[in-house]
């Protein structure tokens, strides 16, 4: 059954770098997001991305995000200057359609810590 | 702004009991729910995914109920077995808020041999 991948499994980084968290959607979607789950918190969206650009994103994802689809496989969440508040597991999800009532399937998630 | 609670945030019980977990969401305005598993440390796994035209969608041990107006979804696992332990998430697809999810905080279920 196909599925949503992610790497690395888990990073630990030094605050103030620069990370890449990459995810590797069900092959046929064309609907992207990432979501991030802090410790003991609820699952939060950051970003949706559709046809190459994003289509919505939340509150949470400022200018130090970013997020890129640099071929026909991969999608990738960018931390520009990690802080110790993106400390979380990140999540990567897509969708076949752009109908809205489309089931999202979930990756296994990166845990991010900074230290 | 949509918020979802989940009722109650952990329960334990014995093999074999049959069990309903509760969701809540404060805006009835919705395209689906979703039921998810979460394993510790793990991804998160798609159980059953309910329209807001649909009272009740079912999959094996697993059925989920759906009551729009109220605001209110349950998740009703028959014949609960130790493998069904892990923290179950119910996410609500709002109509005014493009294609995000949001997320209750989860029921921790234990199932005891």
């Known amino acids: 059954e196909p599925e949503v991948t992610q790497t690395p499994s888990h990073q630990v980084t030094q605050m103030g770098q620069e990370v890449i968290l990459r995810c590797v959607p069900i092959?046929?979607?064309?609907?992207f997001y990432w979501y991030r789950q802090i410790l003991g918190q609820k699952v939060e969206f950051l970003v949706s991305?559709?046809?190459?650009?994003?289509?919505?994103k939340s509150e949470i994802f400022d200018d130090q995000f970013s997020v890129e689809r640099p071929d026909g496989s991969n999608f990738t969440l960018k931390i520009r200057s990690t802080k110790l508040e993106d400390s979380a597991m990140y999540f990567c999800?897509?969708?076949?359609?752009?109908?809205?009532?489309?089931?999202?399937?979930f990756g296994p998630g990166t845990r991010l810590t900074v230290l | 702004k949509q918020e979802v609670t989940q009722i109650p945030a952990a329960l334990s019980v014995p093999e074999g009991e049959n069990l309903v977990l509760n969701c809540s969401f404060t805006?009835?305005?919705?395209?689906?729910l979703q039921w998810f598993r979460q394993d510790p440390g793990k991804g998160l796994t798609s159980l059953l995914l309910?329209?807001?035209?649909?009272r009740e969608q079912t999959s094996g041990r697993l059925n989920a109920s759906l009551d729009k107006s109220s605001g209110r979804s349950t998740l009703y696992i028959a014949a609960s077995q130790p493998g069904d332990s892990a923290t179950y998430l119910c996410?609500?697809?709002?109509?005014?808020?493009?294609?995000?999810?949001?997320f209750g905080e989860g029921t921790q279920l234990t199932v005891n041999p």
């Open positions: 309910i329209q807001s035209s649909q």
């Open positions: 996410a609500v697809r709002q109509e005014t808020s493009g294609s995000r999810l949001t």
């Open positions: 092959s046929n979607h064309l609907y």
């Open positions: 805006d009835s305005a919705i395209y689906n």
């Open positions: 999800a897509s969708s076949r359609f752009v109908s809205p009532t489309n089931e999202q399937f």
């Open positions: 991305f559709y046809n190459n650009e994003i289509s919505e």
